[in-house]
């Protein structure tokens, strides 16, 4: 595949099992002399697994149209590549996939995707191991672009970033990080060295542990950016930098997500989504079309569009028509509706994401 290939051309509904090569071992798009000139195809409702690349992409490299509906990895049929095994340097549209259980090899990045720098939105990243040698970076690394909507969720790591690894993304936003693990202690496993120069915002960073402690682990590096209006799990910590909307054990009272379920065996409308009590309702950063009355709407991990009115505003009440809306925090954009009621891009996925 090629350059020459736009959005008219489709792969939809393949099995894409055991390919081997240097880079894209399931679809490589690369062209020209270092293979970067990549197709605009559109790859949709596939599942690739078993794939093997020596370089990067053990399922996809270089492809830059649209990704979506693929199951990309399987417990027991990771794709594997030295970086990238899920995605590498796919800089189109990267959403709502489930990528999960691929593995970077010996000193490789990215276990899910690495060099994603276009859009990465609304995908469920969970479970991939970059934990050989000097591994980094579970779920992302070196993702440049913007980082929105998704649930990174119990990606691992050898050193640091078993979540996000030196993502200087356009905006790191409304994701909930959620135990991601680093075996030994001293690391840091949630968000690591996402700056200087990216805006991070609206993220749950909770449960991330490096030896099995979440002290220290949730967020920092040496170039990383503070966050703003995000949900941490860190009292002591100075990046969780309070002063800037941050909410957690050191709010006064203390802050948590209140998760309605943290076990991926739930439904999905209930794993990792906010209850009715959570302290992340309306607490967002939000951004205003007509400032400061029409709140610029967005997607959640859901697709549903928010910001909604809270069940209380400020002042205790239950939110009314016509208050001003505020974005929650995390992935999920409180009251999630039941299957059925909407249609859900995840329900093509079973009825729980699973161990």
């Not at 590549?81 to 990267?94: E, F, I, S």
């Not at 609304?122 to 913007?146: D, E, F, H, M, S």
């Amino acid at each position: 595949m090629g350059p020459w290939e736009t959005a008219d051309c489709a792969i939809i509904g393949f099995t894409i099992r055991g390919g081997q090569k240097d880079f894209g071992a399931g679809i490589s798009g690369g062209y020209g002399p270092n293979q970067t000139e990549g197709t605009h195809a559109q790859i949709m409702h596939n599942v690739f697994v078993n794939n093997v690349a020596t370089g990067g992409g053990g399922a996809l490299a270089f492809c830059h149209g649209l990704i979506q509906y693929n199951t990309i990895g399987a417990s027991g049929a990771p794709n594997r590549a030295l970086h990238g095994a899920g995605l590498y340097a796919c800089n189109g549209t990267v959403r709502r996939n489930l990528i999960r259980y691929n593995e970077a090899d010996a000193l490789g990045f990215g276990a899910g995707l690495a060099q994603c720098s276009g859009e990465v939105t609304q995908n469920y990243i969970a479970r991939n191991k970059a934990t050989t040698t000097v591994g980094y970076g579970g779920g992302l690394a070196w993702c440049y672009g913007t980082v929105r909507s998704n649930i990174v969720y119990y990606n691992e790591a050898a050193t640091e970033g078993a979540g996000l690894y030196d993502c200087d993304a356009t905006v790191i936003e409304q994701n909930t990080v959620y135990d991601n693990r680093i075996a030994a202690g001293g690391h840091v496993a949630g968000m690591y060295n996402c700056g200087p120069n990216t805006t991070v915002r609206n993220n749950i960073l909770w449960e991330n542990k490096s030896g099995g402690s979440t002290t220290n682990a949730q967020i920092g590096g040496t170039f990383f950016t503070l966050p703003i209006y995000c949900c941490i799990q860190e009292d002591t910590n100075p990046n969780s930098n309070p002063g800037n909307g941050n909410i957690g054990p050191f709010s006064q009272p203390p802050f948590s997500p209140g998760f309605l379920s943290t076990s991926p065996t739930s439904p999905w409308e209930q794993f990792l989504h906010l209850s009715s009590n959570s302290d992340c309702i309306d607490k967002g950063y939000t951004d205003f079309d007509h400032f400061p009355d029409k709140p610029k709407k967005y997607r959640d991990f859901d697709h549903q569009s928010g910001p909604f009115d809270g069940p209380t505003d400020d002042d205790g009440e239950e939110g009314e028509a016509g208050e001003i809306a505020q974005r929650d925090i995390g992935a999920d954009e409180y009251p999630t509706g039941l299957p059925g009621d909407f249609t859900y891009w995840w329900e093509q996925f079973g009825t729980s994401p699973g161990p």
